[in-house]
């Protein structure tokens, strides 16, 4: 059973930082790739940015320059560094790993307002 862990999410100020954290927990094989998506309120899900095994990265127009996508390979774990946030980015973060299929996480929210 392949479980995606989600933390880091909250309430942050216009310009303030949050780090988005996601560990792989179970039986999963090698990781192909890591990636976020987010949906926020009346809009479809989005990829924000993505990351693979050898560290390419890609990242959508609206973050670039802002979010920084990484990941720790030994321990199966992604991050998103977000800053300069912009009530824009409140949305709900969904964590998605691609290895012999494709896993979700729970999804951890995100809100941007003063």
């Known amino acids: 059973q392949v479980q995606l862990v989600e933390s880091g999410g909250g309430l942050v100020q216009p310009g303030g930082s949050l780090r988005l954290s996601c560990n792989a927990s179970?039986?999963?094989?090698?990781?192909?790739?890591m990636g976020w998506h987010r949906q926020g309120p009346g809009k479809q899900r989005e990829l924000v940015a993505s990351?693979?095994?050898?560290?390419?990265?890609n990242y959508a127009d609206s973050v670039k320059g802002r979010f920084t996508i990484s990941r720790d390979n030994a321990k199966k774990t992604g991050y998103l560094q977000m800053s300069r946030l912009k009530p824009e980015d409140t949305a709900v973060y969904y964590c998605?790993?691609?290895?012999?299929?494709?896993?979700w996480g729970q999804g951890t929210q995100v809100t941007v307002s003063s």
């Open positions: 179970g039986s999963i094989s090698s990781i192909i790739a």
């Open positions: 990351i693979t095994r050898n560290g390419f990265t």
């Open positions: 998605n790993v691609v290895s012999n299929r494709s896993y």
